[in-house]
């Protein structure tokens, strides 16, 4: 009897195995290798397991890794050793996207009834595009040219454009450093596009974007005069202060022309206390509460594939220990640790602490 236990046990365990390894493809990545199963053609996934264990398989079968985020992978492989791959005790789960990426903006429009804003549906009275309302951003670079922020009549959307990069014109006389374009040197073509990146282009077509260049895929607010600050967040500068100085200079732009005013940060830092009461956090604070009709609106992230990056303890009578990693190469280009503690005064003064170092 015992013998028979032990032989069913093993049959279950064997079916369990099998059954395990098909699981983990999904539907259409197991139907892509049935049909280009010996296809040497590269296939993006991403795989969860033992990341040390999966980057030495990829490697041994000339694939490429992307990045790593925890225990997932992404990496590049032919089709032809993905089902060996998920064979792997190692993997857990493999997926690929099959879909196509489509613009949304109008789907985005619809879901947040912006559409009806834009139409003036009851219980509105009126219409709402952003007419007499500034939209300032602060970004990378602005495509100026680009028929999104033209008007109807070829002229420029853009009221000012600060670049806090470059310093080979006039800078803003309240802050004595980059190049500032008012509307007439825009529309003459004077804006100098120092920025690779179109993440600035981006963001402001999503915010301010009137259609003009596809005849669809409108902007939150189409209608609204733009106002953007290239902003200097490279080096070791203090990028937040500048981030503070666009904020102050759009606002004290919209205040001149009577007109009322959003700013739009879609960036973000990972030191700072994150609550508000900091001093870069109480500076905006004063600036919106120095007017009304201003408003700042923030990301809530751009953290990408970083790890965690925040930990917090409960003061009480117990005592924690956390450990800081050496790292070789930080934000701020020197290797070491680095760490800010914020706490609540009141909790804090209960609190005993040491740091300590295993190198010098």
Request: net charge negative; charged share 20%; aromatic share 12%.
């Amino acid at each position: 009897m015992k013998k028979f236990v032990r032989f069913l046990i093993v049959v279950i365990l064997i079916n369990t195995g099998s059954l395990y390894a098909q699981g983990k493809l999904d539907v259409y990545l197991s139907t892509k290798i049935n049909t280009e199963l010996r296809s040497d053609k590269m296939i993006p996934l991403l795989v969860k397991g033992d990341v040390g264990q999966i980057n030495s398989f990829v490697e041994k079968k000339k694939g490429e890794v992307k990045w790593n985020f925890r225990n997932h992978l992404s990496i590049l492989i032919p089709i032809s050793e993905v089902e060996e791959l998920s064979k792997q005790l190692f993997v857990s789960h493999l997926s690929s996207s099959v879909s196509t990426a489509t613009l949304l903006n109008d789907t985005v429009l619809k879901h947040n009834n912006t559409k009806a804003v834009h139409q003036g549906i009851a219980p509105l009275a009126s219409a709402y595009q952003g007419e007499g309302v500034i939209v300032g951003v602060i970004d990378f670079g602005l495509e100026v040219n680009h028929p999104d922020f033209l008007n109807d009549d070829g002229s420029s959307r853009v009221l000012y454009y600060w670049s806090q990069t470059l310093n080979t014109g006039t800078p803003p006389v309240e802050f004595g450093y980059g190049t500032e374009w008012n509307n007439a040197q825009i529309e003459n073509g004077e804006v100098v596009f120092v920025n690779s990146s179109d993440h600035g282009s981006h963001v402001t077509a999503i915010a301010t974007g009137n259609g003009r260049a596809t005849g669809k895929f409108k902007g939150l607010a189409p209608k609204a005069d733009i106002i953007f600050v290239d902003y200097n967040g490279g080096g070791n500068v203090d990028w937040r202060l500048k981030v503070n100085q666009g904020i102050e200079y759009i606002f004290k732009k919209a205040e001149d022309l009577g007109k009322l005013c959003v700013v739009n940060l879609s960036l973000g830092d990972y030191m700072g206390s994150h609550d508000g009461t900091d001093i870069y956090s109480q500076y905006v604070d004063s600036l919106i509460e120095a007017k009304s009709g201003r408003a700042v609106i923030c990301a809530a992230g751009n953290s990408g594939d970083a790890d965690p990056y925040h930990l917090s303890y409960e003061v009480n009578q117990d005592t924690n220990f956390t450990w800081f990693t050496y790292n070789p190469s930080t934000w701020y280009g020197f290797a070491g640790v680095i760490f800010e503690l914020w706490a609540d005064t009141a909790d804090f003064n209960n609190v005993k602490f040491s740091v300590g170092a295993d190198r010098v």
